[in-house]
């Protein structure tokens, strides 16, 4: 491919010269002179272990050169990939002024070209930026439409800094983002000698991507750092807790309790994060992301139940009784929350669990309903069909298998909110379809 890179900082420097060592023709554009003079006199213009070999041999070897010529290097190349920098405005929010700007160059030189020319977005940037930014700056310079003389993509960048140029070689996966099949193409063929999974996707969902990535490691950091000072305070070795820890790929290092939905509930999840917290605070330990984890559950108990008030109907039943599906533990049960919240908003209800009803339970579970909730007992039903019958709003409250056929038989004048994500989302329901959190 030929392909240039506009910035040139630690991003656009390991893309460059790590394209041009994969045989493609790279001419890389900065703003600054230095930048540019650096690459073609075959040095990096960044710190980051192997860069400058890598340059100098590229750029010797003529696969790699450098200029502040935008409309030279747009003649030149098939693909340009942005990746000037993001920075943080003062109230957090990201200041979007070079990429604009390099939006609007690259439109520009696109204007004297005949050929079709694929904008790869690289920097970060939220999702709607690409449509609502990038794409209009182009079609403004260019006097072209996007998907017509020029194609769009977004790739994010994962590497880390240090380790670049290995992470540029094998990263997690390669993600491209796209609304047209040759804007994919076109950027793919960039990674044919990279080792890494590909995933195709929307250009939205690949903007946001970067975003969970990169939160996602910054809370891993810090619920390691305060596991670390609970353990510190307690004489215990933070390190071998958080080996055995990620030892566990199942639970633990996995996409288990990972996929939006509903609060969790149960006999331990709040128990235990609640003696962790209470013992932190006995020992002076702060904790500030562990001490959210309980606020954060409740306000999403709090969004199902506005969501079900904001429809206004009064006739509600819920599916799934107990915190999960296969389960007639009610402890903590969210759902047994989000049930006596619209009790007192004025809301009748219905219930159906098949795991939890009163002539099956026994002990403990028997006695929790009878002692803690038997204003909610006498809602229980014995079929799905009386619920669903009966009710103007349905909720789906956990994941049991037989909730998706029993909802195939919803009217048009029902609403359905799903807290779960069932297998029938998608589908085609008769009733209208709410997710809580998609
Ligand atoms: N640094 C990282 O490790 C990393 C990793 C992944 C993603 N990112 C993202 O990639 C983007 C770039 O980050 P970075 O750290 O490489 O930035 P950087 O500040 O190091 O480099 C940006 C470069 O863009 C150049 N530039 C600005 N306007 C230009 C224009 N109109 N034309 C040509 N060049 C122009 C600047 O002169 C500078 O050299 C950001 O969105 C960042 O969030 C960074």
Not at 217 to 226: C, I, M
Not at 244 to 254: A, Q, T, V
Not at 276 to 289: I, W
Not at 362 to 390: M, R
């Amino acid at each position: 491919m030929r392909v240039s890179v506009f910035g040139l900082g630690y991003v656009g420097s390991v893309s460059a010269g790590s394209f041009a060592a994969d045989g493609h023709d790279v001419i890389g554009v900065d703003v600054n002179a230095e930048k540019v003079a650096a690459i073609n006199a075959g040095r990096s213009p960044i710190v980051e272990p192997g860069l400058d070999d890598l340059l100098a041999r590229n750029a010797a070897e003529g696969r790699l050169r450098a200029t502040t010529n935008t409309a030279e290097a747009i003649a030149d190349t098939e693909v340009s990939l942005l990746c000037v920098g993001t920075p943080s405005r003062k109230n957090g929010s990201l200041d979007l002024t070079y990429l604009e700007r390099v939006s609007e160059e690259v439109g520009a030189a696109l204007a004297g070209k005949s050929t079709y020319h694929v904008v790869v977005v690289r920097s970060t940037v939220l999702p709607g930026t690409t449509h609502g930014v990038v794409i209009p700056a182009l079609e403004r310079t260019s006097g072209k439409k996007y998907g017509d003389g020029f194609g769009v993509s977004v790739n994010p960048e994962f590497l880390r800094e240090g380790t670049a140029l290995k992470d540029f070689r094998k990263p997690p996966l390669t993600l491209v983002g796209h609304n047209h099949a040759a804007d994919a193409s076109g950027t793919i063929a960039l990674y044919q000698a990279i080792d890494a999974p590909l995933v195709s996707t929307s250009i939205r969902v690949a903007e946001m991507m970067k975003y969970t990535s990169n939160t996602w490691h910054a809370l891993k950091v810090v619920f390691a750092n305060e596991i670390g000072n609970v353990c510190k305070k307690l004489g215990v070795d933070s390190h071998e807790v958080m080996d055995i820890f990620c030892r566990d790929e199942k639970l633990n290092l996995s996409s288990y309790y990972l996929k939006p939905g509903f609060a969790f509930g149960g006999s331990c999840l709040p128990k235990d994060v609640r003696a962790l917290q209470y013992r932190a605070k006995e020992l002076d330990v702060e904790l500030p992301v562990i001490a959210q984890i309980l606020p954060s559950n409740r306000q999403q108990i709090q969004n199902a139940l506005d969501q079900v008030l904001d429809t206004g109907r009064k006739r509600v039943g819920l599916l799934g009784f107990s915190f999960k599906a296969g389960t007639d533990d009610l402890r903590e049960s969210p759902i047994v929350i989000l049930a006596e919240a619209l009790l007192g908003k004025g809301v009748s209800l219905k219930i159906y669990d098949r795991n939890v009803s009163l002539a099956k339970l026994v002990g403990a579970n028997k006695e929790y309903i009878e002692k803690q909730i038997p204003h909610l007992s006498s809602l229980l039903c014995n079929t799905i069909d009386e619920v669903i019958d009966g009710s103007e709003v349905i909720v789906v409250g956990n994941q049991s298998p037989e909730f998706s056929d029993a909802l195939t038989k919803t009217r048009k004048d029902q609403i359905v909110i799903d807290l779960v994500r069932l297998p029938i989302y998608g589908s085609l329901l008769q009733a209208e379809y709410r997710g809580i959190c998609w």
